[in-house]
T-cell receptor, first 115, second 112 residues
Framework: AQKVTQAQTEISVVEKEDVTLDCVYETRDTTYYLFWYKQPPSGELVFLIRRNSFDEQNEISGRYSWNFQKSTSSFNFTITASQVVDSAVYFCALSYPSGNTPLVFGKGTRLSVIA | DVKVTQSSRYLVKRTGEKVFLECVQDMDHENMFWYRQDPGLGLRLIYFSYDVKMKEKGDIPEGYSVSREKKERFSLILESASTNQTSMYLC???????????FGPGTRLTVL
């Protein structure tokens, strides 16, 4: 069975600090997709990134970066120079590559960035 | 832009009432989903649908039913609302199971 674990329930950092959100997944499939979503205080989940299991290159988008390591079944998310607007709940998710099966979400990490 | 809309942002109902939560997407997506979100429990899947008139149970379907008569609309029904169904309800749609899901703004339901 698939499972996603986000061990950090809440993280609090001071503005401009770097912060890494951990995501560890379990799957028996060799092909799968991983996702990160952001849920700001307004409530609507916003898609951030999708990565397939064959692409282990790290991804960088502005202050955001993602480190995918199949050897440790991890897909960690780093925010560099955090800002107050980064305060949100962040979810990691895992999906099968085909068929009509839904995403499996972690329980989320609440990030608070303090000015 | 993909748009997923939900009929209400906030809803207050009484125990025993029948409650309808509506979700509409405008991107012709095959798949639609209903989740509930509770503190400490993350997102839990209630039901999903991969085609019109098709539905599949998620992790916590008890006390809920769904309806998908048209591709763009997916309704969640609480047959007899109870206080333990007080929660945030999120609807999502997506093109295929491995594609990203797009979420609506959520409905915060309170059952008194």
């Amino acid at each position: 069975a698939q499972k996603v674990t986000q061990a950090q329930t809440e993280i609090s950092v001071v503005e401009k600090e770097d912060v890494t959100l951990d995501c560890v997944y379990e799957t028996r499939d060799t092909t799968y997709y991983l996702f990160w979503y952001k849920q700001p205080p307004s409530g609507e989940l916003v898609f951030l990134i999708r990565r397939n299991s064959f692409d282990e290159q790290n991804e960088i988008s502005g202050r955001y970066s993602w480190n995918f390591q199949k050897s440790t079944s991890s897909f960690n998310f780093t925010i560099t120079a955090s800002q107050v607007v980064d305060s949100a709940v962040y979810f990691c998710a895992l999906s099968y590559p085909s068929g009509n099966t839904p995403l499996v979400f972690g329980k989320g990490t609440r990030l608070s960035v303090i000015a | 832009d993909v748009k997923v809309t939900q009929s209400s942002r906030y809803l207050v109902k009484r125990t025993g009432e029948k409650v309808f939560l509506e979700c509409v997407q405008d991107m012709d997506h095959e798949n639609m989903f209903w989740y509930r979100q509770d503190p400490g429990l993350g997102l839990r899947l209630i039901y999903f649908s991969y085609d019109v008139k098709m539905k599949e149970k998620g992790d916590i379907p008890e006390g809920y039913s769904v309806s998908r008569e048209k591709k763009e609309r997916f309704s969640l029904i609480l047959e007899s609302a109870s206080t333990n169904q007080t929660s945030m309800y999120l609807c999502a749609s997506g093109q295929a199971s491995y594609n990203e899901q797009f979420f609506g703004p959520g409905t915060r339901l309170t059952v008194l």
